[in-house]
């Protein structure tokens, strides 16, 4: 669908391990977030939308209590547009690795959180106005930079806000 210009993501960590002290267990997240996108032809800003949710899952593993590595599976919702006869749909879907740096506060309840890491994106989206089809299916990869913070509300379940920028190299995205 589009570069995802900027993530607003909401994360919950379910941690095996008690999130107060450092173990090196693995973690499961979940993420809900928003993706906004930047086109690089006006033709594709009048007609694709540029906006759209999505879900992600991953797993990670802290290294040490300031370094961790999480794979991630990223899909969005299909943004759709009906404007002037024509029809337009996209979404993407996403997969890869971050690298996470972790800056915890003195009782460890809370940590600042930095991430940079690559991912695969495939594009897709559909276009349809008056007999003209035209369908794209685009792999492209991803730089991803994140910062956020992380409150780990008990022993073993985190609350985690993100806002992600990924440099892509996408032919239809800035």
């Known amino acids: 669908m589009k570069k995802i210009l900027l993530i607003l993501a909401l994360t919950i960590c379910a941690m095996p391990a008690e999130a107060w002290h450092f173990s090196s267990n693995p ?17 594709l800003k009048d007609s694709y939308e540029d906006q759209a949710g999505f879900w992600a899952a991953s797993l990670g593993m802290r290294a040490s209590e300031y370094f961790g590595t999480e794979i991630f599976y990223q899909q969005s919702q299909t943004a759709d547009r009906d404007e002037n006869g024509a029809k337009t749909e996209a979404d993407y879907y996403a997969y890869g690795i971050d690298f996470v740096g972790f800056l915890p506060s003195s ?21 349809r106005s008056n ?6 299916d685009k ?14 509300m008990t022993q073993f379940l985190a609350l985690r806000v993100m806002a992600r920028y990924v440099l892509s190299d996408s032919e239809y995205l800035r």
């Not at 973690?27 to 006006?42: P, R, S, T, V």
């Open 107 to 127: 009782d460890l309840s809370f940590s600042f959180l930095a991430s940079a890491g690559a991912g695969m994106y495939k594009l897709q989206g559909k276009y």
């Open 131 to 136: 007999g003209q089809n035209y369908d794209y």
């Open 27 to 43: 973690y499961i997240g979940f993420e809900y977030g928003y993706a906004l996108g930047e086109y690089k032809e006006d033709y």
């Open 139 to 152: 792999v492209t990869t991803g730089m991803r930079l994140g910062l956020g913070m992380q409150y780990n």
